[in-house]
C-alpha cells in the first residue's frame, strides 16, 4: 500500500516518525527498494537549519512532493510536509537496502553493504537520485519514487540533527534503533 498524500499533510516530525519502517521505491529500467531508517524534520522561517529560510520556494508547494537539493557535492531527498504555503519538510538519512543491490553497488562504486545507503548522499547515490526527481508526487505509484507503507515495530531513537550550523532546541532526528545502515549513532 502507497502512502496518501494525506500522511505527509502533517507536521514534519510526525511524518519523519512515522515514515520510519517504509519502503522507499525507485523504478526506472530497473527497481530498487529500501528501508527508511533514518530522518530529520525541518520546520520553516522559524527553524534556522530550514531551506524554507534560504528561499526554497518548493517548500511552500503542497506535502507529498520531493524537494532535492545538493550540499557538499549530495544530492539529498526531502518531501514536502504541511498544506501549502506552511512550509516544512522530512529529509530522509539512511536506507536499508532491500532489493537491487547489486545496482546500487554499481552506482556507489563499492561492494560493502553497511555503507551502501547509511547517509543522505550515500542513499542517492545508491538509488541514482539526482536533481530529475525534483517535484514529483511520492504518494502516486506512477512516479518514478514513491513510498509504501512499512511492517516496522521497533524502538526510535530521537536526536539532535547532525551537520547543521543552529538547530532548534527540540530533537528533530530520528532513526530506528540498532539497525546497522542508521548514518551515525
Do not use: C
Amino acid at each position: 500500500m502507497i502512502l496518501p498524500k494525506s500522511f505527509y499533510n502533517r507536521e514534519p516530525d510526525m511524518v519523519a516518525k512515522q515514515l520510519l519502517g517504509s519502503i522507499i521505491v525507485k523504478k526506472d529500467d530497473y527497481t530498487l527498494k529500501g528501508m527508511i531508517v533514518e530522518t530529520e524534520a525541518y520546520y520553516g522561517l522559524s527553524d534556522p537549519a530550514s531551506r524554507a529560510r534560504k528561499g526554497a520556494k518548493i517548500m511552500w508547494m503542497p506535502a507529498g512532493i520531493t524537494f532535492i537539493y545538493m550540499v557538499h557535492g549530495n544530492w539529498l531527498f526531502n518531501i514536502i510536509t504541511m498544506p501549502k504555503g506552511k512550509p516544512s519538510g522530512v529529509l530522509v538519512r539512511a536506507v536499508e537496502p532491500i532489493y537491487g543491490i547489486e545496482i546500487m553497488k554499481k552506482n556507489r562504486g563499492i561492494e560493502k553493504i553497511k555503507n551502501l545507503t547509511s547517509g543522505p548522499g550515500k542513499f542517492t547515490k545508491a538509488f541514482g537520485i539526482d536533481k530529475r526527481h525534483n517535484n514529483i508526487k511520492v504518494y502516486n505509484r506512477k512516479s518514478p519514487i514513491f513510498i509504501e507503507k512499512g511492517n516496522f515495530s521497533g524502538e526510535i531513537i530521537e536526536s539532535h540533527r547532525i551537520g547543521v550550523k543552529e538547530d532548534l532546541p527540540i530533537p528533530l532526528r530520528f532513526y530506528i534503533k540498532g539497525n546497522e545502515f542508521v548514518s551515525k549513532k
